[in-house]
T-cell receptor
Framework: DVKVTQSSRYLVKRTGEKVFLECVQDMDHENMFWYRQDPGLGLRLIYFSYDVKMKEKGDIPEGYSVSREKKERFSLILESASTNQTSMYLC?????????????FGPGTRLTVT | ELKVEQNPLFLSMQEGKNYTIYCNYSTTSDRLYWYRQDPGKSLESLFVLLSNGAVKQEGRLMASLDTKARLSTLHITAAVHDLSATYFCAVDLRNFGNEKLTFGTGTRLTIIP
């Protein structure tokens, strides 16, 4: 079974802090994704990566950056956390496929910025 | 910009009844996914629909895709309490040969005994 793990289930940070969210997958997937989930807005893509050291902006990249130094690990960085970044953050991974590949999700990190 | 709309957003239904969740999208695509999310949990893949006319069934859930109408449906037959969850559809918009999913806002389904 594919396993996607995230470093924390719950996190509380102060405004202005630098925040690191880590995601690790164990199935050698090429693609990795970071989403945030907010009530009434569904999932919105923040950043994604198709390969090591490669990254692409998603729909809402402002205030975030990412790092992918190893294939299995994809990190989301909030350079200076703000209260509007309080949210549930979900990491996902998938195989690269021309015919479509489902994404496998981690358990999520609920981040509260005070 | 791809828009994915689900309706209804909230659905309460009695056990034993049938109902359908609709997923409309605005741009041509022939790849659509359905996910389930239980409260406090992450998303679990239900169905992958990869062509026009595709139909997949698992237990009391059946999903279909009409790419010409840009519509997917998730049909629930004889609902049971265990099906209470939030259901998301997601559309794959190819980007340089790699998939990028755009999700609907979700349908929160509550099955009432």
């Amino acid at each position: 079974d594919v396993k996607v793990t995230q470093s924390s289930r719950y996190l509380v940070k102060r405004t202005g802090e630098k925040v690191f969210l880590e995601c690790v997958q164990d199935m050698d997937h090429e693609n990795m994704f970071w989403y945030r989930q907010d009530p009434g807005l569904g999932l919105r893509l923040i950043y994604f990566s198709y390969d090591v050291k490669m990254k692409e902006k998603g729909d809402i990249p402002e205030g975030y950056s990412v790092s992918r130094e190893k294939k299995e690990r994809f990190s989301l960085i909030l350079e200076s956390a703000s209260t509007n970044q309080t949210s549930m953050y979900l990491c996902a991974s998938s195989l690269r496929s021309e015919v479509g590949a489902e994404q496998y999700f981690g358990p999520g990190t609920r981040l509260t910025v005070t | 910009e791809l828009k994915v709309e689900q309706n209804p957003l909230f659905l309460s239904m009695q056990e034993g009844k049938n109902y359908t969740i609709y997923c409309n999208y605005s741009t041509t695509s022939d790849r659509l996914y359905w996910y389930r999310q239980d409260p406090g949990k992450s998303l679990e893949s239900l169905f992958v629909l990869l062509s026009n006319g595709a139909v997949k069934q698992e237990g009391r859930l059946m999903a279909s895709l009409d790419t010409k109408a840009r519509l997917s449906t998730l049909h629930i037959t004889a609902a049971v309490h265990d099906l209470s969850a939030t259901y998301f559809c997601a559309v794959d918009l190819r980007n340089f040969g790699n998939e990028k999913l755009t999700f609907g806002t979700g349908t929160r389904l509550t099955i009432i005994p």
